[in-house]
């Protein structure tokens, strides 16, 4: 298994993680590394981030167990806010 999957699994496992979680749960990658991998897995469209700086959490497109629906529903591993949620 290669470190971009290693990371792309843990982000798939989780609700949602941040740079330092990923970097405690695989400890032999560099910070500049795993920030490169994230970029290159948000490129290929692969995850999402939200949020910035220490805030910024990082979400699977289609995580694991969650099948592909085609449906035109917003998905629920994005948070929003109660004014979002009432205009999806």
């Known amino acids: ?7 792309l699994s843990s982000i798939e496992t989780s609700n949602g993680v941040s740079l330092l979680e990923l ?3 695989h400890p032999s990658i560099a910070r500049r590394t795993a920030q490169r991998l994230i970029s290159q897995l948000i490129a290929e469209g692969k995850i999402i981030a939200t949020g910035e700086g220490r805030a910024r959490r990082y979400y699977a497109i289609n995580p694991v167990g969650e099948a ?3 449906s035109d529903e917003f998905p629920s591993y994005i948070p929003l ?3 979002s949620k009432d205009i999806v």
């Open 1 to 7: 298994m290669t470190t971009t999957s290693h990371l």
């Open 23 to 25: 970097l405690a749960a």
């Open 68 to 70: 592909a629906t085609g």
């Open 81 to 83: 806010s109660t004014d």
